[in-house]
């Protein structure tokens, strides 16, 4: 990836140079340039091209928006009903990030995201124990976490 990056860089300095051009117009028209070409010849790189990561990072980063606000309006029901009748509990993620700043990512966003927590980890960063303040099913808070920012993370790494 680190490669296509500076192959796409390098691509739209030529330009710059080729238009004898030094502006910051000239350089991104020549970065688009870069893309094109290199989207063409993608098939000739080991990994996949490059912007299907820079993708999966925006998409992770919009998820957890979405997560964000939803979580924040649940979390504020919570506390404007007249009474407080909320499900507290623990319960564990069995996780399948092999990487500790994959598991170290799931960790953050699951407790950025308001209501939840992570807890603890296991020893061998394959279950996480999370604390969340009104929790109905678990199966369906396991599911929910798994399809979403575990799959979103996987994709960021391993896409």
């Excluded at 997560?67 to 009474?83: G, Q, S």
């Excluded at 604390?131 to 920012?149: G, L, P, Q, R, W």
């Amino acid at each position: 990836m680190a490669f296509q990056i500076l192959l796409n860089v390098f691509l739209a300095f030529l330009w710059m140079f080729l238009q004898v051009s030094f502006s910051a117009r000239t350089f991104i028209i020549g970065y688009l340039l870069g893309l094109i070409v290199m989207a063409g010849m993608r098939r000739f790189f080991k990994s996949r091209f490059y912007l299907h990561r820079v993708w999966a990072v925006i998409y992770l980063f919009l998820l957890f928006l979405k997560e964000l606000i939803k979580a924040n309006f649940d979390v504020l029901k919570l506390v404007l009903r007249p009474k407080l009748n909320i499900r507290p509990g623990i319960f564990a993620l069995e996780t399948e990030l092999k990487l500790d700043w994959e598991v170290t990512l799931l960790s953050n966003l699951i407790t950025l995201t308001p209501g939840t927590l992570v807890v603890d980890v296991s020893d061998d960063n394959k279950t996480l124990y999370i604390h969340a303040i009104d929790i109905e099913n678990v199966s369906e808070a396991v599911d929910s976490i798994k399809n979403s920012f575990e799959k979103a993370i996987m994709e960021v790494s391993r896409g």
